[in-house]
């Protein structure tokens, strides 16, 4: 159940794209469908953006993807707002009724 | 849709404190749980996992055999009892809900408390 791997931080300018990048194994990230991100804003709670490695929960505005390829998974935020600016989790099914996630990665809006 | 936490507070090293989350607002017994928690300055980490049924669960390797996760889906409840404490597990603990309905788990959590806090200390 090692951590999944994430940057410590990434940053961009209002109405840029930026890519967070979630490292895993084939057990992990490659091994299921079920990778998922969260935003958690300062003192705020976690907040599902993306479910099943590409779904958006309803409400969730379509500057938010997901994707992945082999054992590393991506979220994409465009159209950068200063609201973004929160950290961002990774999260995926570890077998046996097991998640774990990333460290997570600070989202700076410059 | 609502979790509310409560249980947590000031716990010696080598105690136990039971955490209990109550869930309004959906069919509470149709869906798989989580407690998930949060120490102070560091990220998230997912504790443990219990089927809409109870019949699967699991836990991460730093609390094993140490907490155990159970749930009361007549009174729309899930606790998480915690004995051996460390220092360690000094975190914001928080219920989650899982997206999927039934036995179609999606292990992605839409539904959060406000947490409750654990503070392992001397």
């Known amino acids: 159940q090692s951590a999944l791997t994430q940057p410590r931080s990434v940053s961009g300018s209002p109405g840029q794209s930026v890519t967070i990048y979630c490292a895993g194994t084939d057990v992990d990230i490659g091994g299921s469908d079920r990778v998922s991100w969260y935003q958690k804003p300062p003192d705020k709670d976690p907040k599902l953006i993306i479910f099943d490695v590409t779904k958006r929960p309803s409400g969730v505005p379509d500057r938010f993807s997901g994707s992945r390829s082999g054992n590393t998974a991506s979220l994409t935020i465009s159209g950068l707002q200063g609201d973004d600016e929160a950290d961002y989790y990774c999260c995926a099914y570890g077998g046996s009724f097991s998640l774990v996630f990333g460290g997570g990665t600070k989202l700076t809006v410059l | 849709v609502h979790l509310v936490e409560s249980g947590g507070g000031l716990v010696p090293p080598g105690g136990s404190r039971r955490l209990s989350c109550v869930a309004s607002g959906f069919s509470f017994d149709d869906f798989a749980m989580h407690w998930v928690r949060q120490a102070p300055g560091k990220g998230l980490e997912w504790v443990s996992g219990?089927?809409?049924?109870?019949?699967?669960?699991d836990y991460a390797d730093f609390v094993k055999g140490r907490f155990t996760i159970f749930r009361d889906n007549a009174k729309n409840s899930l606790y998480l009892q915690m004995n051996s404490l460390e220092i360690e597990d000094t975190a914001l603990y928080y219920c989650?809900?899982?997206?999927?309905?039934?036995?179609?788990?999606?292990?992605?959590?839409?539904?959060w408390g406000l947490g409750t806090m654990v503070t392992v200390s001397s």
């Open positions: 219990t089927k809409w049924n109870s019949r699967v669960k």
């Open positions: 989650a809900k899982d997206v999927g309905l039934g036995n179609d788990e999606k292990f992605a959590m839409d539904v």
